[in-house]
């Protein structure tokens, strides 16, 4: 599907196994398509007037990290709206959290260039084990991987010794693909959770198939 007329539909959402967190200029029936292919709760909300939920809000079912871009009203706003979530700032200079962390209900991988703080923050909040990491040559980890509660889709840059450790490290099976007719930003083309994938439109049926099974979803 395409999100605002964009088939980088990870950069305008971000999904948990509880909720699902989109712009709030995306239509109604973008949202609906989302929520029956999900399974999850539609959480509408915006980061300093933007709608790149996907690029700037990190989550897992526990937590919600937001950069202080947001707005205080968008703030108030979207901790109404998850009344049993941890929502929060992180004061960062690395403020696309979504790009920059890549995190389940377990873990999270983070952009070494975190500070400690910044990393016991994001610990804290999504109340998982955290991890300092470069994937495939990127800081980015959040951008160019995907990670569920039920697999990980790693970018086609990392190499096969990454890509044994971090299934020693996570104990799930690991896939390679791109997205989107090749992209590497494996993390902005696609949006998934234990119950479905949403993947940009320009995705190919090989690399949608190579996703699906990695996520182990049908």
């Given at each position: 599907?395409?999100?605002?007329?964009?088939?980088?539909?990870?950069?305008?959402?971000?999904?948990?196994?509880?909720?699902?967190?989109?712009?709030?200029?995306?239509?109604?029936?973008?949202?609906?398509?989302?929520?029956?292919?999900?399974?999850?709760?539609?959480?509408?909300?915006?980061?300093?007037?933007?709608?790149?939920?996907?690029?700037?809000?990190?989550?897992?079912?526990?937590?919600?990290?937001?950069?202080?871009l947001m707005?205080?009203?968008?703030?108030?706003?979207?901790?109404?709206?998850?009344?049993?979530?941890?929502?929060?700032?992180?004061?960062?200079d690395l403020?696309?959290?979504?790009?920059?962390?890549?995190?389940n209900d377990?873990?999270?991988?983070?952009?070494?260039?975190?500070?400690?703080?910044?990393?016991?923050?994001?610990?804290?909040?999504?109340?998982?084990?955290?991890?300092?990491?470069?994937?495939?040559?990127?800081?980015?980890?959040?951008?160019?991987?995907?990670?569920?509660?039920?697999?990980?889709?790693?970018?086609?840059?990392?190499?096969?010794?990454?890509?044994?450790?971090?299934?020693?490290?996570?104990?799930?099976?690991?896939?390679?693909?791109?997205?989107?007719?090749?992209?590497?930003?494996?993390?902005?083309?696609?949006?998934?959770?234990?119950?479905?994938?949403?993947?940009?439109?320009?995705?190919?049926?090989?690399?949608?198939?190579?996703?699906?099974?990695?996520?182990?979803?049908?």
């Open positions: 599907m395409r999100i605002q007329g964009n088939d980088y539909v990870g950069a305008w959402s971000a999904a948990t196994d509880k909720f699902f967190l989109v712009g709030s200029e995306v239509s109604k029936k973008t949202a609906d398509i989302i929520r029956e292919a999900l399974g999850v709760e539609i959480v509408r909300a915006m980061v300093g007037g933007s709608s790149l939920l996907g690029i700037y809000a990190s989550a897992n079912s526990r937590g919600v990290l937001v950069p202080n707005e205080g009203y968008e703030f108030r706003d979207l901790k109404k709206a998850l009344p049993e979530v941890t929502v929060a700032m992180l004061e960062t403020n696309a959290l979504k790009n920059n962390i890549l995190a377990r873990i999270a991988i983070i952009n070494p260039n975190f500070s400690r703080d910044e990393e016991l923050r994001i610990r804290d909040v999504l109340d998982v084990e955290t991890l300092r990491l470069e994937i495939g040559g990127f800081h980015t980890v959040g951008a160019n991987n995907i990670l569920t509660n039920k697999g990980f889709v790693l970018n086609s840059r990392a190499g096969e010794d990454e890509k044994e450790r971090l299934e020693k490290i996570l104990g799930m099976r690991i896939e390679q693909s791109t997205a989107n007719m090749g992209s590497v930003n494996i993390g902005l083309c696609v949006v998934a959770n234990s119950n479905g994938v949403i993947a940009g439109d320009s995705t190919s049926g090989y690399e949608l198939a190579r996703i699906a099974e990695s996520l182990d979803v049908e």
